[in-house]
């Protein structure tokens, strides 16, 4: 008898936990990523920030599961479903829309950024989702420092010099403290011409206090070590309008060349696909056992599902992911060997945790709160628990171990593979817009017109 077909969209933390509780099942597991590698997201903002290099928190989907003999796993986006056919619809770099069939369907499609319907910031305020988007916010964060020290006209440094930060949730905080201890820190010897360590950090928030999902005690820790930090924290103010020149934050305009949104995420268009009820945020409504209301044979788990747990919707986080992952991969083993059928999915809360700078978290788990260096102890110990393999574990122990010790970062790299853009500003003289005078080579910064015009090579 052919053995059932199992297809997981997503090598997240849920579809990735879902693989692994299907590892000994007589089924047929293809597991589908359009990324070749699972991301520990939770530390993207140390690689936004320097701290890691990309290649500590990414492991290759294939590598994680090389000993899973009865798993698959195919680079391709997934772009559709056909529940009447039972087949997902796959892209891939040759081919567009080819229909695979299944028995069992798990989604674990995750989030993306969100604007709130201003996608134009979009434009100007990248988010920080996945590693390519890490690596553009730190070419972002360096390369204005750079502009900034080539910049002759200290007029210009505060705007080069002023970095915000949209949202004050973990993430936007995380990268405020990191980004402080960064410039405040080792970068401060650095260059010549500019303090780093006069930068501007700026985190705004409508939001009344930041991190607003942990308890008031412990957000008003973290808003006391972001100003001895030196951020800005600025709350209760909505952005009305992201571009070139910077933000509008409550009616007033504040000049920046570096804005990164980490205020909102919108699920994937799963439940488009699907054509099924979901939450006012685009979430999968699902049953207790995660599986698609009238459909028991499709699950949607991790961040793009809705699930309510004493009347009160799971967090998009990585343990609600991870417990929802194996909880369906064991209930479609249980099922395909007629195994006894799990009770409906409960998650068991641990607690959360966010990081403020060097060396100081907040923690709070059921009625333990704490803050301070031990907080920052047990995050440590759980990130690195929760990294996909002992090599990276092993990896980014050391990092932080010579970080902590040398103040040396991972990673000072701008990587641009497309080259420099053009600034703006700069007009190519009249009638020679191909090929550059050999006179202006000399000059590193050549521009043909306007008061900050750099007058030579010898100024810098
Ligand atoms: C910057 C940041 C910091 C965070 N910090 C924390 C933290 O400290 N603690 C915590 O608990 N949580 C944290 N989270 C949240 C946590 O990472 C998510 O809750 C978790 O990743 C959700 O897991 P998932 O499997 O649902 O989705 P993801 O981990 O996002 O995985 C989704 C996967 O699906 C793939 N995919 C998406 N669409 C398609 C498609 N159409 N076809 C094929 N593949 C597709 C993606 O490539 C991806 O690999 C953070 C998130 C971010 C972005």
């Known amino acids: ?86 087949c997902v619809f796959l892209s891939n770099a040759d081919r567009q829309n080819v229909p695979v069939t299944y028995d069992n369907l798990i989604l674990a499609t995750g989030v993306s950024h969100s604007y709130f319907g201003h996608n134009e910031f979009g434009l100007y305020a990248p988010g920080l989702k996945t590693l390519a988007d890490a690596v553009a916010v730190r070419n972002k964060f360096l390369q204005t420092l750079e502009q900034a020290e080539a910049e002759e006209d200290p007029s210009r440094h505060r705007d080069l010099m002023t970095f915000i930060l949209v949202g004050a949730g973990p993430t936007g905080t995380e990268v405020a403290g990191a980004l402080a201890v960064l410039v405040r820190g080792m970068l401060k010897s650095a260059f010549r011409r500019i303090d780093p360590a006069s930068a501007r950090i700026v985190l705004v928030d409508m939001a009344p206090r930041v991190l607003p999902s942990f308890s008031e005690d412990l957000s008003k820790a973290a808003n006391e070590r972001l100003k001895q930090l030196g951020v800005e924290v600025r709350l209760g103010q909505s952005v009305d309008q992201i571009d070139a020149e910077g933000i509008v934050v409550g009616g007033e305009r504040m000049a920046s060349k570096t804005v990164i949104w980490t205020a909102g995420v919108a699920p994937s268009p799963a439940g488009q696909w699907l054509q099924t009820q979901t939450d006012r945020a685009g979430r999968v409504r699902v049953e207790s056992d995660l599986s698609v209301p009238g459909h028991s044979q499709i699950f949607v788990v991790g961040d793009t599902a809705s699930f309510d747990q004493d009347g009160k919707p799971l967090p998009g986080v990585a343990q609600v992911a991870i417990q929802q992952g194996r909880y369906v991969g064991k209930l479609i083993h249980n099922r395909i060997t007629g195994g006894s059928l799990p009770e409906p999915f409960r998650y068991s809360d641990k607690g959360s945790m966010a990081v403020v700078g060097k060396g100081f978290a907040i923690l709070q788990s059921g009625k333990v709160h704490r803050s301070g260096l031990g907080a920052w102890l047990a995050w440590a110990a759980v990130h690195l628990q929760f990294l996909a393999t002992s090599s990276l574990r092993l990896s980014v122990l050391l990092q932080w171990i010579w970080t902590g010790v040398t103040g040396q970062r991972g990673s000072l790299l701008i990587v641009d593979h497309h080259g420099p853009k053009p600034d703006k500003r700069v007009t190519e003289p009249a009638g020679n817009a191909a090929a550059p005078h050999k006179q202006d080579l000399p000059e590193l910064l050549p521009r043909s017109s306007g008061s900050r015009a750099m007058s030579g090579s010898g100024q810098l």
């Not at 997981?8 to 879902?18: D, K, S, T």
């Not at 597991?31 to 939770?42: A, M, S, T, V, Y």
């Open 1 to 86: 008898m052919s053995q059932p077909r199992v297809i997981i969209v997503g090598g997240g933390f849920a579809g990735l936990a879902a693989a692994k509780a299907l590892r000994s099942a007589p089924a047929k597991i293809v597991l589908i990523d359009r990324l070749n590698h699972h991301l520990f997201q939770p530390l993207l903002y140390q690689v936004a920030t320097s701290v890691l290099m990309p290649g500590q928190i990414g492991t290759p989907i294939r590598g994680i599961l090389r000993k899973q003999k009865n798993t698959t796993v195919i680079l391709g986006e997934v772009t559709g479903v056909d529940k009447a056919h039972k």
